[in-house]
T-cell receptor, first 118, second 115 residues
Framework: AQKVTQAQTEISVVEKEDVTLDCVYE???????LFWYKQPPSGELVFLIR??????QNEISGRYSWNFQKSTSSFNFTITASQVVDSAVYFC???????????????FGKGTKLTVNP | DTGVSQNPRHKITKRGQNVTFRCDPI?????LYWYRQTLGQGPEFLTY????????KSRLLSDRFSAERPKGSFSTLEIQRTEQGDSAMYLC?????????????FGSGTRLTVV
């Protein structure tokens, strides 16, 4: 069965600090996708990034960066120079590939609540 | 297209009443998913449609829950004889086939409170 673990329940930092959110996943599929979503207090899930299992290149988008390591089944998310607007719950998620014949439903971790204080 | 739309945004109901939620996906997306999110937890999969066919249901979806997607367009999720444990945020998402490759767009959710 697929599983996503976000061991950090809550993190609190001061503005401008760097912060890394951890994500560890389990799957027996050889082809899968990993996602990060942001959920602000308003409740909607905002897509941040998608990665397929064959692409281990790290990615940087502005202040956000992601480190995907298949060897440790991890897909960690770093925010550089955090800002108050980054305060939200962040979810890591995993989906099986269409080629496995499934629904490609997302399996989410429990989320990490990030609070950035001014 | 303005994204995935869910109505109502909030619903308060008395225990034992029936409720129905609606999701309007992105028009060109043929896949539609329902998830439930309780406080402090990540969203959990409930059910999935490809066009009008309901192809997968989670064991979380008790017989009090029913979902439809007539004509492969909007979808409804009905909960009969609501219980306090049904209080949660109900999220809808849509995608193209090969959702993992194209990503999923979520609606803002319907927050249900059963009193």
């Amino acid at each position: 069965a697929q599983k996503v673990t976000q061991a950090q329940t809550e993190i609190s930092v001061v503005e401008k600090e760097d912060v890394t959110l951890d994500c560890v996943y389990e799957t027996r599929d050889t082809t899968y996708y990993l996602f990060w979503y942001k959920q602000p207090p308003s409740g909607e899930l905002v897509f941040l990034i998608r990665r397929n299992s064959f692409d281990e290149q790290n990615e940087i988008s502005g202040r956000y960066s992601w480190n995907f390591q298949k060897s440790t089944s991890s897909f960690n998310f770093t925010i550089t120079a955090s800002q108050v607007v980054d305060s939200a719950v962040y979810f890591c998620a995993l989906s099986e590939s269409l080629t496995q014949g499934g629904s490609e439903k997302l399996v989410f971790g429990k989320g990490t609540k990030l609070t950035v204080n001014p | 297209d303005t994204g995935v739309s869910q109505n109502p945004r909030h619903k308060i109901t008395k225990r034992g009443q029936n409720v129905t939620f609606r999701c309007d996906p992105i028009s060109e997306h043929n896949r539609l998913y329902w998830y439930r999110q309780t406080l402090g937890q990540g969203p959990e999969f409930l059910t999935y449609f490809q066009n009008e066919a309901q192809l997968e249901k989670s064991r979380l979806l008790s017989d009090r829950f029913s979902a439809e997607r007539p004509k492969g367009s909007f979808s409804t999720l009905e909960i009969q004889r609501t219980e306090q444990g049904d209080s949660a945020m109900y999220l809808c998402a849509s995608s193209h086939s090969g959702g993992g490759n194209y990503g999923y767009t979520f609606g803002s959710g319907t927050r249900l409170t059963v009193v």
